[in-house]
């Protein structure tokens, strides 16, 4: 059992809006940035978002991050049928040292 | 273009040793932190490991404390992590990750571990 909550599926249709939840428990989410990264099949991760709502270069600004309280989300408008894959939240917890993962939500674009 | 290249994965026996190296070239790698992330067959994503620029701070996921050893010679901008105690469970794609924020910005494409009798 994952740490930080995220849904395990996810579905829209091409050109909706879609979020995907991730959340935990203070040390976790308010306390520390959230990453997002998406993985599409048979490829390595990516980073998404980072600092809960930086996009990288060369992420289009159809993908964004928000945070409030304890929980963060990742937003993705426009959906199109590449962004078919599964999407993480990270974030480090300072107090125990480690890096925490949500469990996945694997996003079907119908 | 940052580069990170996996290799060393192969199968081994329960309770076996494994050397994976992670050869990073597209930036300086001895000012970058550095991870390892897996994932085992039909699960999501576990951290394993944190070594900082200096090899001075160095943290573990509780599943693989007193068993995995990370290490990284930056004179060859390399990273490794030592496998001990290999069990099943430990079956995964294992990636070296490069820090950001102590999480991660760049993967490499993994290599995997395969432990099994």
Same mark, same amino acid.
């Given at each position: 059992?994952?740490?930080?909550?995220?849904?395990?599926?996810?579905? /829209?249709?091409?050109?909706?809006?879609? $979020?995907?939840?991730?959340? /935990?428990? $203070?040390?976790?989410?308010?306390?520390?940035?959230?990453?997002?990264?998406?993985?599409?099949?048979?490829?390595? @991760?990516?980073?998404?978002?980072? %600092? *809960? *709502?930086? %996009?990288?270069?060369?992420? @289009? *600004? %159809?993908?964004?991050?928000?945070?409030?309280?304890?929980?963060?989300?990742?937003?993705?408008? /426009?959906?199109?049928?590449? *962004?078919? +894959?599964?999407?993480?939240? +990270? +974030?480090?917890?300072?107090? =125990? %040292?480690?890096?925490?993962?949500?469990?996945?939500?694997? =996003?079907?674009?119908? | #273009?940052?580069?990170?290249? #996996?290799?060393?994965?192969?199968?081994?026996?329960?309770?076996?040793?494994?050397?994976?190296?992670?050869?990073?070239?597209?930036?300086?790698?001895?000012?970058?932190?550095?991870?390892?992330?897996?994932?085992?067959?039909?699960?999501?994503? #576990?951290?394993? !490991?944190?070594?900082?620029?200096?090899?001075?701070?160095?943290?573990?996921?509780?599943?693989?404390?007193? &068993?995995?050893?990370?290490?990284?010679?930056?004179?060859?901008?390399?990273?490794?992590?030592?496998?001990? !105690?290999? &069990?099943? #469970?430990?079956?995964?794609?294992?990636?070296?990750? &490069?820090?950001?924020?102590?999480?991660?910005?760049?993967?490499?494409?993994?290599?995997?571990?395969?432990? !099994? !009798?």
């Amino acid at each position: 059992q994952s740490v930080l909550t995220q849904p395990p599926s996810a579905s /829209g249709t091409p050109g909706q809006r879609v $979020t995907i939840s991730c959340s /935990g428990d $203070t040390s976790y989410i308010v306390s520390n940035y959230v990453y997002w990264y998406q993985r599409l099949p048979r490829t390595a @991760p990516k980073l998404l978002i980072y %600092r *809960d *709502d930086q %996009r990288p270069s060369g992420v @289009p *600004d %159809r993908f964004s991050g928000s945070k409030s309280g304890t929980s963060a989300s990742l937003a993705i408008s /426009g959906l199109r049928s590449e *962004d078919e +894959a599964e999407y993480y939240c +990270a +974030a480090w917890d300072g107090s =125990l %040292r480690v890096v925490v993962f949500g469990g996945g939500t694997k =996003l079907t674009v119908l | #273009e940052v580069q990170l290249v #996996e290799s060393g994965g192969g199968l081994v026996q329960p309770g076996g040793s494994l050397r994976l190296s992670c050869a990073a070239s597209g930036f300086t790698f001895s000012s970058y932190s550095m991870n390892w992330v897996r994932q085992a067959p039909g699960k999501g994503l #576990e951290w394993i !490991s944190y070594i900082s620029s200096t090899s001075s701070a160095i943290y573990y996921a509780d599943s693989v404390k007193g &068993r995995f050893t990370i290490s990284r010679d930056n004179a060859k901008n390399s990273l490794y992590l030592q496998m001990n !105690s290999l &069990r099943v #469970e430990d079956t995964a794609v294992y990636y070296c990750a &490069r820090a950001k924020d102590r999480l991660f910005d760049y993967w490499g494409q993994g290599t995997l571990v395969t432990v !099994s !009798s």
